[in-house]
């Protein structure tokens, strides 16, 4: 099993996206492991990630791999990110494993209720013949996002260069994507109402965010009513990859928060 284990302090457990490699991550967990102790890894059916998958389990590979990922790192209980696609499946383990959770954050995530729209469709009809149309379309639909967050040229540029050499090395799957949304339809999720664990929702701004729009995002601050709910600024669905510091400064007030809330609950 190949799993990433960096850094000291409070423990962290990151889902990758529906891309499903968590070098794509590689700027956030970097950051975050400055402050707290980092556990990540590539979904389990990434050929890479080491882990068992069972196409006809679906996202029961996801729970399963999660439990493998406490057990293997000795972990009692972690702080539980779900980024994007991985949103839902982070709630799901909140609720079947409410004690290995300390809290739960969703980043861009999808709601447990999502339905592909009218694009997403369009590339599920063929996800391998229209693979080069979504690698022209996916950059350009960031651009407007990345602009924003970084304004001036030479970090934009180097955002860039890095996130198009991860894209190269770590290549993704169209085929495996597809896959993965099709578990979403066939899975029953448990209901967010049920979760009493400390939630945080992190979106980036409305109109910056043209994959996961912050309105889905937000369902979960409906149907949990003590979540919590942030806004990065100047950011979109890429907000943890644009803006690293201060998505790493946000989970570590969240923290500090949930800690303060636990000690006066006692006091």
């Excluded at 592909?116 to 693979?131: G, K, Q």
């Excluded at 790493?248 to 006692?266: K, M, N, P, W, Y």
Aim: charged share 20%; with cysteine; aromatic share 8%.
């Amino acid at each position: 099993m190949h799993i990433i284990d960096r850094g000291s302090g409070t423990p962290v457990v990151l889902i990758p996206g529906i891309q499903g490699r968590w070098e794509w991550m590689a700027p956030v967990v970097d950051a975050l492991s400055q402050r707290c102790r980092v556990i990540t890894f590539s979904l389990c059916d990434e050929p890479s990630s080491g882990f068992p998958s069972d196409p006809a389990r679906g996202v029961e590979n996801y729970l399963t791999q999660l439990d493998q990922v406490f057990e293997h790192t000795g972990l009692s209980d972690a702080v539980v990110i779900g980024v994007s696609y991985s949103g839902p499946v982070a709630m799901e383990f909140t609720a079947r494993r409410p004690e290995r959770v300390r809290a739960l954050m969703l980043v861009s995530a999808l709601p447990p209720d999502w339905q592909p729209d009218a694009r997403a469709r369009f590339y599920l009809r063929a996800p391998l013949l229209l693979s080069p149309v979504f690698l022209i379309d996916a950059p350009m639909r960031a651009f407007r996002e990345v602009r924003a967050a970084l304004p001036r040229l030479g970090p934009r540029a180097r955002f860039s260069l890095l996130q198009l050499g991860r894209a190269a090395r770590y290549f993704v799957s169209p085929t495996r994507m597809a896959a993965r949304i099709g578990w979403l339809g066939q899975f029953r999720f448990s209901d967010p109402a049920l979760i009493r664990k400390p939630v945080m929702v992190i979106t980036g701004e409305p109109g910056l965010d043209r994959v996961v729009a912050p309105a889905l995002t937000r369902r979960y601050v409906d149907a949990i009513p003590h979540a919590r709910h942030a806004v990065i600024a100047c950011t979109g669905h890429l907000c943890l990859l644009t803006r690293p510091d201060e998505f790493t400064t946000l989970v570590c007030r969240f923290l500090d928060e949930i800690s303060d809330d636990a000690r006066r609950a006692t006091a």
